[in-house]
């Protein structure tokens, strides 16, 4: 687990000269948020996006305590001594945690165990039995997601793999695409765009490769990172085009 404070993520000062204080006797709970968007900016990207959309609401900074991202790397929004922003209602009663991912879809594990994490150091700033809840439970809002809030909800129990996924439906699906991708490349030349394209780019974000905005339209920026994955691989052309096998290569193994 790795925490990144303020000063390395490069956090703005707060306005008015400071964060108004916690009372820590008050604090009785934690209330897990999501970032609410799918396929949104990940990483100190997410964190920065978070201060820009909140120092516009007019908040003295970003409005969480704690941010997780979707490495399960955690970063300090007004850590433990400052009044959050982000629970209406409840920011002098409780620390506020923003998972920076969607939490309509199961995080990855690392996540869950920064969560986890962040509810015990809690406990040591604020005492045992804290209670642990929702943005959706707390106001009017689907916040943190289907799947992180039935996880919080639930006790926060073990989760290993995804549960209720058809390995074999998704296996057909992809192998259906990647023939569509074999009888027509995708590649910046031919100006292939589409959820194709979108797949083909988050694809290569989560295998950490850049292909810039998630946007379905394969442009320079995507056939850079098609041929800096393919020239990872060693067996591919590297051509910057999308053809079966490089789709293979991507998706499939
Ligand atoms: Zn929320």
Partial sequence: ?????????DAQPPRGGGFDALTPWRVKGVVIHHSGVQDGAKGTAAVHAF???HLGLGWDGIGYNWLVDETGTIFEGRGWGARGAATKGWNSRSISVCYTGWGFRQPHATVLESIKALVDKAEEHFGRGMWVSTHRRKGSTTCPGDWLGNW???GMGDVSAPQGVDWDALIRYFNGLRAQVDAAPLSRWTRSRGKTVRLV???LTDR???PGVVDGIFGRRTAKAVREFQGSQGFLKVDGVVNGDTFGALFLQ
């Fill in 1 to 9: 687990m790795f925490v990144v404070d303020r000063g390395m993520w």
């Fill in 51 to 53: 201060e820009r959309h």
């Fill in 152 to 154: 919080v909800e639930g």
């Fill in 201 to 203: 780019q988050t694809r």
């Fill in 208 to 210: 950490g490769f850049d």
